[in-house]
């Protein structure tokens, strides 16, 4: 099927729920023009993505579909991810009004909480906190606070959940070079995994070629070329402040 880019951009608004409301990237030209999303995923996770052309795919893209599809009135809505850049899948979430029900319900109830009232959401785990708080606090002072029983509990819960994810990354890279070792040059089990080349790229290494460059015109005798690549040098040069970066003693 034919697809329509979303060309200028809209922002489609949900009719029950205004504040509630999504952005695409594609629909179907003919048909039911149902909303198609575009994806550019690492490699495909057999634990999050079922079999092309089923509806399995995490949680976080049925959402997203869920909703483009709500906006659109559309009875589904396609996931178009390319794996590994070149592995190209689609996937299908079609339309469960309990689902939407629950999305608009507990928008609702985020929106009155944390906009109309002006309650701060609490810290988890999730990136977007993570990126909240780095933002809101980029800079370390000289100030140092004393550990809380709360605090010491978090700490604990820290040290335990790194073993544990260090115990499944040794058992997911054992798993993965067994497989490797079984599969030897071949490319795949057709239906089940891939180990493919993936394209060529290029690498250029600048700081040498400008060494090369200067060596060759000071040769050739033209004056002031260190003293001119320095000032270039300079020129684009910043200074990038340090991160904060939590570390444990013990």
Same mark, same amino acid.
């Given at each position: ?6 060309? +200028? ?9 205004? @504040? ?10 003919? *048909? ?8 550019? @995923?690492?490699?495909?996770? *057999?634990?999050?993505? *079922? ?12 959402? %997203?579909? !869920?909703?483009?599809?709500?906006? =659109?009135?559309? +009875? ?5 991810? /390319? ?8 996937? !299908? @979430?079609?339309?469960?009004?309990? =689902?939407?029900?629950? @999305?608009?319900?507990?928008?609702? /109830? ?10 701060? +959401?609490? &810290? ?13 606090? +980029? ?6 606070? !004393?550990?809380?029983?709360? &605090?010491?509990?978090? &700490? ?42 993936? $394209? ?10 400008? #060494?090369?460059? #200067?060596?060759?015109?000071?040769? %050739?005798? &033209?004056?002031?070329? $260190?003293? =001119? ?8 040069? !910043?200074?990038?402040? *340090?991160? $904060? ?6």
């Amino acid at each position: 099927m034919a697809i329509e880019f979303a060309d +200028p951009w809209e922002f489609i608004r949900d009719k029950q729920l205004p @504040i509630l409301g999504a952005s695409l990237d594609a629909r179907w030209s003919e *048909g039911d023009r149902r909303p198609v999303d575009a994806k550019n @995923i690492r490699f495909k996770d *057999g634990s999050k993505f *079922g079999d092309c052309g089923t509806d399995r795919i995490p949680l976080y893209y049925a959402c %997203q579909l !869920t909703v483009q599809a709500m906006v =659109t009135d559309s +009875p589904c809505a396609e996931l178009a991810p /390319l794996f590994s850049g070149q592995d190209m899948e689609w996937f !299908t @979430i079609h339309r469960d009004l309990e =689902t939407e029900a629950i @999305i608009r319900e507990r928008v609702a /109830l985020w929106w009155e909480r944390h906009i109309v009232q002006g309650h701060q +959401p609490e &810290v988890d785990g999730t990136d977007a906190s993570t990126e909240f708080l780095r933002k809101r606090f +980029p800079k370390a002072t000289e100030a140092v606070v !004393t550990a809380t029983p709360e &605090v010491l509990a978090w &700490v604990e819960q820290r040290k335990q959940a790194y073993a544990a994810e260090q115990a499944a990354k040794l058992a997911r890279t054992e798993a993965e070079n067994k497989i490797k070792e079984y599969l030897r040059d071949a490319q795949a089990i057709p239906g089940l995994l891939t180990w493919k080349n993936n $394209r060529n790229s290029t690498e250029v290494n600048h700081e040498g070629a400008m #060494l090369e460059l #200067l060596s060759t015109l000071e040769r %050739q005798g &033209v004056p002031g070329v $260190r003293q =001119t690549a320095q000032a270039i040098l300079e020129k684009f040069t !910043t200074t990038i402040p *340090g991160a $904060r970066v939590l570390r444990f003693t013990k």
